[in-house]
């Protein structure tokens, strides 16, 4: 096995782990805070994608740049959708809240057709031709930014939500509701801060994956929605630090796994492609991990 | 909630929903609705992830009716006949494309079907076409499945464009004739050294069809090739970076994709940008389209790009005029240049005009034999011997291909393709970059 093979498969998933992350922290934050899931949360990725590639087109700065726009326009949305979809039907039943979130899926895949057509759009980095060595691999610039910023929103994530007044009160929503509720904290603020953390974190992952030269079209939300969902049940419904593990986990075995078992089975002098079973991986870590154990890696019961 | 706010809501929702009602395109009507028209489903992926070839095989197929029904429509027992299309969106999916066909063919009564795209798609909407005997002109599936399976009835099938057979066919030709000789030039590598391919391919009919046709091509024609690496990847797929890398740990001196418009744009871009897997990228005709020059850019620049028709490229000859009329046309129709799979979209309205002409009915089984036997001139792609006609055995039409090679244009601001293969309509010689870089495996 080439080990400089197989670092540079690690890279890329863990480029894949950092998208899925984004989004999977974001999936959690709403379901902790609100106990909804919701099923469009991708679509939320692909309109931040967009968004960035009209910045980038009308404006031509530097798309790192783009990124608080598209942040602060998307945490707007996330507002709107809290307050004009989700909250008038919340603790109505949870088949409510998924038909309307599926609802919402063909909403905003229909209107992002209907506004910028099916074609498929990309951007061009002002960095892309530019690499970096990391001991014994050579990484674009992009990547690497993408890595540190995505482990840089983390981080600050991490600090909002242990050490602020607002963070705390978020957490003390997403453990008891009622029992928060009754110690003055305004719940119906929170669920709205935390659909608009959400899109945020969204906003970021469609900025960076559109920075990353990846292509938006308005169905491309369904593939990165359904692994951010894979990563927070097998990080276990509600729990951050889970998100976190499971997600790498997840970028990383999806990339990784095909070469290995190609490797492996080269070794017995058979030839075979594993690389399209990479979604297959996917979910069957998912299976290993809920027969092993249901509640996911960090989750716990009751969720 | 009060009652007037949930109410208030629900009022707003029902607006909306009548008002993207109201954009949504109208693309039929009621069965027998009138008496005079030729009924032409067309089916293709006008949404989903082949959506910009999809949207491309409908305008193609709307400018042909609107020209046929311009000159009076088709004359069939003495009345002219106006073409009237209908859409039949496949969603880039099996379930969709089926439910789409049934719907044609139960609910809409169309007299023929035009189109389909991704052999995958098609093989399974074959099934109900077959299964209600109504003929299907294929436009934009090319495994060669489409006429030979065995296990439905396949004399409605008629294959009008190149199978996954005759892609690999004419571009590992085209390798062994001008690539070859040009990296082992300037690689100084033994006249016998085979020369290292890597493939990638989708998992589905069309890729595991082209890889199957690359391995037959080099087979029968006795090439000194050897494929080095060949790498599955699911369709739709946007991520390229872990099998690319494993691809370049092979060392190929070119690679072979066989991927859709989207998936091609990445593999490309993601191999030289990302990977740095700086070698010739060969390509599929159906990516021979203006949105794969701009979406892959510069990162394009030198691959080669098989094609029967493109957006830009010309190959001289009888049919030059028409295929710039038909460009113009489109582009002012559209606002945007047609792709290929438009270009075979826009023949078939026009084949399944003349095939009805010919019979002098609509009806199915007399369309069917009519189709059988036409022979009509060449249109906008130049055909072998100058003539469209689906061969007896496995009702095919067989087209004359050509290679082009991907050139930056700085006024374009990207690139464009210059004709480069075969020999008799070539624009330019093919040139091997300064950035490409060989596999190894001996000099």
Redesign the interface.
């Known amino acids: 096995m080439d080990t400089g093979v197989f670092l540079l498969i690690l890279a890329w998933g863990l480029y894949a782990g950092c998208i899925y992350i984004l989004l999977a922290i974001g999936l959690n934050l709403i379901f902790g805070v609100m106990k909804v899931v919701n099923f469009a949360h991708g679509e939320l990725l692909m309109i931040a994608a967009y968004a960035t590639f009209w910045v980038y087109t009308y404006s031509e700065i530097n798309p790192y740049l783009i990124i608080p726009v598209v942040v602060l326009l998307m945490a707007f949305l996330g507002v709107l959708i809290e307050r004009l979809c989700f909250r008038p039907i919340l603790g109505t039943g949870k088949l409510n809240e998924i038909f309307l979130s599926l609802g919402l899926i063909y909403v905003f895949q229909n209107l992002a057709a209907l506004l910028w057509s099916a074609d498929s759009r990309s951007i061009h980095s002002p960095y892309s031709g530019i690499s970096v060595s990391i001991g014994s691999i050579t990484l674009p610039l992009d990547y690497v930014a993408i890595i540190v910023i995505t482990f840089i929103i983390l981080i600050v994530f991490h600090v909002f939500m242990k050490r602020t007044t607002v963070g705390r009160a978020m957490r003390a929503a997403s453990q008891n509701r009622e029992a928060a509720s009754l110690m003055g904290i305004n719940v119906e603020r929170m669920d709205m801060l935390s659909f608009a953390l959400g899109s945020t974190l969204a906003a970021v992952a469609g900025s960076l994956w559109m920075i990353s030269g990846q292509m938006v079209n308005p169905y491309m939300g369904s593939i990165p929605a359904i692994k951010a969902f894979a990563v927070i049940i097998i990080g276990g419904l509600g729990s951050i630090p889970g998100a976190i593990v499971a997600g790498l986990t997840l970028g990383i075995a999806e990339n990784i796994v095909p070469f290995l078992m190609q490797s492996f089975v080269a070794v017995f002098g058979v030839e075979m492609s594993f690389t399209a079973w990479k979604d297959t991986i996917a979910f069957f870590i998912l299976i290993i991990v809920l027969v092993i154990r249901p509640t996911g890696i960090f989750g716990e019961k009751g969720e | ?1 009060n009652k007037k ?2 109410y208030g ?1 629900l009022f707003t929702v029902l607006v909306i929903s009548v008002l ?1 009602a109201g ?1 949504v395109e109208k693309t039929g009507e009621t069965p027998g609705e009138a008496a005079g028209e030729i009924k032409i489903g067309i089916v293709a992926p ?4 082949a ?2 070839t999809g ?1 491309d095989m409908w305008q193609a197929a709307v400018l042909a009716a609107d020209e046929i029904n311009a000159k009076g429509g088709v004359p069939v027992n003495g009345v002219n006949m106006k073409v009237k299309l209908i859409k039949g969106d496949t969603e880039t999916s099996r379930e969709s494309g089926v439910k789409a066909v049934t719907k044609l063919i139960t609910v809409d009564k169309v007299d023929i079907l035009i189109g389909g795209f991704s052999s995958g798609i098609t093989k399974a909407d074959q099934v109900v076409a077959a299964e209600h005997k109504v003929p299907f002109i294929i436009t934009g599936a090319s495994s060669p499945i489409m006429t030979r399976r065995t296990d439905i009835d396949t004399s409605y099938f008629f294959h009008h464009c190149p199978t996954t057979d005759d892609y690999p066919e004419s571009t590992l030709l085209f390798v062994d004739d001008a690539v070859k000789p040009a990296i082992y030039t300037k690689s100084d590598f033994a006249a016998d050294r085979p020369l290292r391919l890597g493939v990638i391919y989708q ?1 589905s009919a069309y890729g595991e069809g082209v890889y199957d046709g690359i391995k037959k091509t080099i087979e029968n024609n006795n090439l000194n090739m050897e494929i080095v690496s ?5 369709m ?4 390229f ?3 690319l ?2 691809i ?2 092979a060392k190929p001196d070119v690679v072979y994709p066989a991927a859709f ?2 998936e091609q ?2 593999i490309v ?2 191999g030289r ?4 897997l700086n070698t010739i990228y060969l390509s599929v005709e159906c990516n021979d389209h203006p ?1 794969y020059y701009t ?1 892959v ?1 510069e990162w394009g620049e030198y691959s080669i790009q098989e094609s029967r028709f493109g957006p830009y490229a010309n190959p001289a000859g009888a049919i030059r005029s028409n295929v710039l009329k038909f460009r113009d046309d489109f582009k002012s129709k559209w606002g945007a240049p047609p792709g290929m799979m438009g270009a075979s979209t826009y023949e078939g309205v026009y084949i399944a005009a003349e095939a009805i002409k010919n019979a002098n009915s609509v009806d199915k089984e007399k369309a069917r034999a009519s189709l059988a036997e036409l022979e009509m001139p060449q249109i906008i792609e130049v055909m072998e011997g100058n003539t469209i006609t689906f061969s007896s055995d496995y009702r095919e039409s067989k087209f004359a291909l050509y290679m082009q090679q991907l050139i930056m244009d700085e006024a374009a601001g990207e690139t464009r393709p210059k004709i480069v293969w075969p020999e008799s309509v070539k624009e330019t010689d093919f040139v091997l970059p300064d950035w490409y870089e060989p596999g190894t495996g001996g000099a």
Not at chain 2, 273 to 276: A, I, L, S, Y
């Open positions: 909630m706010y949930r809501i993207l954009c006008v949404t989903g992830g959506s910009t949207t998992d060949a790498e599955k990847f699911v739709s797929q946007t991520d970076r872990a099998v890398t494993m370049k740990a418009l989207n744009t990445l871009a993601q940008r990302d990977v740095g949105d979406g850019g």
